[in-house]
């Protein structure tokens, strides 16, 4: 893929959904009936799974990680993107929705995301307990909520935490 196209695709859609007007940092686009917030997906280097697999590993040095695949989210974050699904997949053998530096470091300082809105995706929450960075689910969603890393999705916190179980 052409990272500078899809740094282009990546603004039109933000401007496009969010009403064409790239806000201030920190402002919060207006959400009404004609504009929506816009959510990119999925933070980052998904296009480099292994194998092209859902969840397989990236292998990639960093220097591949910021000149192709984190463009288009440079591109999302300065043109007021603000809400983002982090990958299923690990970089650099941690996985995207529990890396500290690729979300609060990269995303949000580096790229520019500030206080956007970070969030898993179906189970990822709780896979962080397959990668061994959490002892279990529970342990999972508090330490990547305590750390700002992301929120748990709706399926994640239902499946998880619904009364009764």
């Known amino acids: 893929e052409n990272p500078t196209l899809s740094a282009a695709y990546a603004k039109a859609a933000v401007l496009g959904y969010q ?3 790239t806000p201030g940092p920190g402002d919060i686009p207006i ?7 816009s959510l990119a997906k999925h933070y980052a280097a998904y ?16 220097h591949t990680l910021h000149d192709i695949y ?6 999302f974050s300065v043109n007021g993107g603000r809400a983002a699904m982090a990958s299923h997949q ?11 530096n690729l979300i609060n470091t990269v995303l949000r300082q580096m790229l520019g995301f500030g206080n956007g809105s970070v969030v898993s995706d179906c189970n990822d929450i709780g896979v962080l307990a397959q990668y061994r960075v ?3 689910s529970t342990d999972a969603a508090a330490k990547v909520s305590l750390c700002r890393q992301c929120a748990c999705s709706y399926w994640t916190c239902y499946y998880y935490y619904k009364p009764g179980k």
Do not use: F, T, Y
Not at 47 to 62: K, Q
């Open 19 to 21: 009403g064409g007007e």
């Open 31 to 37: 959400v009404d009936d004609k504009h929506i917030l």
């Open 47 to 62: 296009g480099n799974a292994a194998g092209d697999l859902n969840a397989a590993p990236s292998h990639l040095n960093m």
């Open 70 to 75: 984190l463009k288009p989210w440079r591109s």
């Open 90 to 100: 690990s970089v650099s053998h941690q996985p995207c929705h529990g890396n500290g």
């Open 134 to 136: 959490a002892a279990n």
